[in-house]
């Protein structure tokens, strides 16, 4: 069985991604900067390996991914955790995947990561998560056999959005401009941030949107070529997450799903035809879980289609991804 090495094992979405490890057969190894929490966490897991290891301190990190088949980097704000642990994987010549949702730290690790990755043969996928990778891989599956789009429109709704502290911490820490793609390249979110009402399908309706991009933006802008990408988000999840007095999500079952539901709407034209790809279910923390370690299996098993650092629509088969995740209802809808 693979161990893996879970960086940032203790956080929310860290035990998801435990949890799902554990299902799919494969043997985590906790590790993190904080040993109190690390140690709490191994309580929990005494049949696992525990290794703290401080981003400031490249042998700790070395000796969580010695042996190990791959990393999961849970451990936000991305902006500072992505590189040294890349660089870690880089030293071991395994797999890197996170759930960043923030664009700078996507386009740093291009930027001083791709070339070397490249040349390793080394996967990294960054942003395989909720914010990313899900709209990376609807988008990419919209196109379908489209070589390129006039405009890609991304619209996310959530009845509710009670941030983590982890949210909390990377917005504080996110201070760089977002960025959307115009023209074909990347370019500052115009401001103030455009607004409109999107229609999704039920049992959200209609709702009041307003331009807020994520990481999907540097995701796609490394694999599809289209003239506009934009996204936009409702605005009762903005006003939740920006208000400090909204709770942080608490379990509403056994499994500790919060019962917060969500819907990525994602609509790509060209030469006056529409495609979209429409996706729902619970918990957008949750769900990052089975997101990247299908992506992890699937560059276990050699069905990666890319090395360097790369996105997940340039990696894998969009479709047949999306529908391996039975917590995930999409659909698709291509003109003949």
Request: with cysteine; aromatic share 6%; hydrophobic share 45%.
């Amino acid at each position: 069985m693979h161990t893996i090495a879970v960086y940032g094992a203790y956080g929310h979405t860290g035990r998801f991604v435990i949890a799902e490890l554990l299902r799919r057969g494969l043997v985590p190894r906790l590790g993190g900067r904080d040993a109190a929490k690390l140690a709490a966490l191994a309580q929990a897991h005494p049949d696992l390996q525990c290794r703290q290891a401080s981003i400031e301190a490249p042998a700790e990190l070395d000796r969580l991914l010695e042996g190990a088949a791959a990393v999961i980097n849970c451990a936000g704000p991305f902006l500072d955790t992505a590189a040294p642990v890349l660089e870690a994987a880089l030293r071991a010549r395994v797999p890197y995947l996170d759930l960043c949702a923030e664009q700078g730290a996507v386009l740093d690790l291009v930027e001083h990561h791709d070339e070397r990755a490249r040349a390793a043969g080394i996967v990294a996928i960054p942003a395989m998560a909720f914010f990313g990778g899900l709209a990376d891989l609807l988008a990419t599956a919209a196109l379908d056999d489209w070589p390129d789009a006039d405009a890609i429109e991304i619209a996310v709704a959530l009845d509710s959005w009670h941030p983590t502290a982890g949210t909390r911490i990377t917005g504080q820490r996110n201070q760089r401009a977002r960025l959307v793609i115009a023209d074909g390249e990347l370019s500052p979110l115009a401001q103030p941030p455009a607004t409109r009402d999107w229609t999704f399908p039920a049992p959200f309706g209609v709702q009041s949107t307003v331009a807020l991009p994520f990481s999907e933006i540097a995701t796609l802008s490394r694999h599809v070529r289209s003239t506009r990408v934009d996204s936009y988000m409702n605005l009762t999840a903005i006003q939740d997450v920006r208000d400090p007095h909204t709770p942080p999500p608490t379990a509403a079952d056994a499994s500790g799903h919060s019962a917060q539901r969500y819907a990525v709407d994602v609509r790509v034209h060209r030469q006056g035809r529409s495609h979209r790809a429409f996706a729902q279910g619970r918990d957008i923390y949750a769900v990052s879980a089975p997101l990247i370690v299908e992506a992890l299996v699937r560059i276990l098993d050699g069905r990666a289609h890319a090395v360097g650092v790369v996105a997940p629509g340039q990696t894998f088969d969009a479709a047949a991804f999306l529908s391996a995740l039975p917590a995930l209802q999409w659909t698709l809808e291509v003109e003949a």
